[in-house]
C-alpha cells in the first residue's frame, strides 16, 4: 500500500499490558493444562449487578419489546433522566453540576483517551505509574510527555512542585491505579492552584472514587477553582460492577474556555459527530446504580472487595513486605521481594503459585520493583491465593 500510516504508533509498546499478561498466562496453561491459576491481575470485578440495577434492566428491556415505549438511536451525550442521575449523585456530596456539563459514555476509557482530540500540542504530564491509556492515547497522537514520578518517597502522589511551564494537560488518578494512593483535600488543592496560576487544564479520573474510606474528595470540584481548570471523568465499572455493561460519564464545565472556544462545547461537538450514545437499558440501568437504593447496593460490593484487600494485606504485613494501596483502593501495591524486578516476579509466581499478577513497570518506569494485586477476587480465590504466596514469599 501506499498510504502514509500514523507513525505515532511506533512509539508504542508491543502490546497492551493486559494482553501481554494474558499471552504469558496461556502459554502457561498450555504447558501445564493440570495447574489451577488464580488470576489477580485484571482489574476486572467478579460479583454481579445488583437487584436495582437488575430490575431496571428487565424493565427497560420490557419497554424496548412495546412499540410505545421503544427506543432508538439515544442522545449522544445521554438521556437527560441519566444525566440527572450524575448530577444527583454529586449534589447529595454538596458538589453541583449542570445537567449540560455531564456526557454519559461508554466508558471512562474511552473518553480518557478521546479527549486527547479537543487539544493542540500541549506539553502532557502524566503520573509514572498509572492507568497506561493516559500515555498510550497521548503517544498515539504525538505529544510530548512528560512523567511526574510516584515514588515511595512522596507516597506515590507528585506534587506540582518545580514545574515551570505553562499550559500543561495533566492527568491525574485518585484514588490511583495501580498504587492505590489518594490525594487529600490540601494536595488537590496544591494542584489546582497550580493548574490555574500557569494556565493548565487538569484531567482527573475518579474511577475509584467509590473506594475511599475516610475524609478525602471524592471528585476534583470539591476542590475550590477546580471548576475553572478541570475535566472529571468517572466510572461505573468498578463502583456498580458495571465493566461488561458499560456506562461511564465525563464532566466538562462550562467555564473552561481557551482561546475563544469552549471545551464544554467542543466535547459535546466531538461526541455527536463520532459517538451514537449508550443504549437506554444501561442508563436505565446506571440510573438505578446511581439512585440512593443502587448505592446502597454498590457499597456492599465494595465491602465485599475490600474484604479481599484486608486479608492480602495481612498476609504482607506478617511477612515484612512493604506495600501501599488497599484502604481506599481495590489495588495491592507491593514491592517484589528477593529483589526481582517486576517481570521476573511475575513469571515466579506464575511458575511456582500459579497466582497471577500485574507486573509494576507495565504501569511505568517508577512501577519497577514493584507488583500489583487486585481484590477483585471471590473470597474463596484470595484466600486461596493468599495461601499460595505465604507458602511462597
Ligand atoms: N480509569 C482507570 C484509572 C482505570 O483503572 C480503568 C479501568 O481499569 C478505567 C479508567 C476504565 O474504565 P471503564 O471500564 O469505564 O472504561
Known amino acids: 500500500m501506499k498510504i502514509q500510516l500514523n507513525e505515532n504508533y511506533k512509539q508504542l509498546q508491543e502490546s497492551y499490558l493486559f494482553a501481554g499478561i494474558a499471552k504469558k498466562v496461556s502459554a502457561y496453561s498450555q504447558a501445564h493444562p493440570d495447574k489451577k491459576i488464580i488470576r489477580l491481575g485484571i482489574g476486572d470485578v467478579t460479583l454481579p449487578l445488583t437487584p436495582t440495577v437488575i430490575q431496571a434492566l428487565q424493565k427497560a428491556v420490557g419497554e424496548m419489546a412495546v412499540q410505545e415505549t421503544f427506543r432508538g438511536y439515544p442522545p449522544e451525550a445521554g438521556f437527560d433522566f441519566a444525566r440527572q442521575a450524575v448530577v444527583d449523585y454529586y449534589g447529595r456530596r454538596g458538589t453541583k453540576l449542570d445537567l449540560c456539563e455531564v456526557f454519559v459514555s461508554d466508558g471512562a476509557k474511552s473518553d480518557c483517551a478521546n479527549l486527547t482530540e479537543l487539544f493542540g500540542d500541549n506539553p502532557v504530564l502524566i503520573p509514572d505509574p498509572v492507568y497506561p491509556v493516559y500515555l498510550d492515547s497521548n503517544l498515539m497522537c504525538g505529544r510530548k510527555v512528560t512523567f511526574l514520578q510516584a515514588t515511595q518517597e512522596n507516597g506515590f502522589l507528585p506534587m506540582p512542585e518545580g514545574l515551570t511551564g ?22 488537590l488543592t496544591q494542584w489546582v492552584d497550580f493548574a490555574r496560576r500557569s494556565g493548565s487544564l487538569i484531567l482527573f479520573d475518579a474511577a475509584y472514587e467509590a473506594f475511599i474510606h475516610g475524609d478525602y474528595p471524592h471528585s476534583i470540584y470539591e476542590i475550590e477553582g477546580a471548576r475553572e481548570c478541570a475535566i472529571e471523568i468517572c466510572s461505573l465499572s468498578k463502583t456498580a460492577g458495571f465493566t461488561g455493561t458499560r456506562c461511564s460519564w465525563t464532566v466538562v464545565p462550562v467555564e473552561l474556555t481557551a482561546g475563544g472556544m469552549s471545551l464544554r462545547d467542543m466535547w459535546e461537538r466531538r461526541q455527536a459527530t463520532k459517538f451514537n450514545g449508550v443504549p437506554y437499558i444501561v442508563q436505565r440501568a446506571a440510573q438505578a446504580a446511581l439512585s440512593p437504593q443502587g448505592i446502597r447496593e454498590c457499597q456492599g460490593l465494595v465491602d465485599y472487595y475490600m474484604e479481599n484487600a484486608r486479608s492480602i494485606s495481612a498476609l504482607l504485613d ?9 484502604q481506599s483502593s481495590p489495588y495491592i501495591w507491593m514491592r517484589c521481594t528477593g529483589n526481582m524486578d517486576a517481570w521476573t516476579f511475575f513469571d515466579y509466581l506464575l511458575e511456582n503459585v500459579q497466582v497471577v499478577g500485574t507486573p509494576g513497570s507495565g504501569f511505568g518506569a517508577c512501577g519497577e520493583g514493584f507488583f500489583r494485586l487486585t481484590s477483585f477476587g471471590s473470597h474463596e480465590a484470595t484466600k486461596e491465593a493468599i495461601a499460595r504466596l505465604d507458602s511462597l514469599l
Do not use: D, R
Open 166 to 187: 505553562e499550559g500543561y494537560l495533566i492527568y491525574l488518578c485518585s484514588p490511583n491505579n495501580p498504587t492505590g494512593a489518594v490525594y487529600n483535600k490540601e494536595q
Open 318 to 326: 506478617k511477612k515484612g513486605i512493604f506495600y501501599t494501596g488497599g
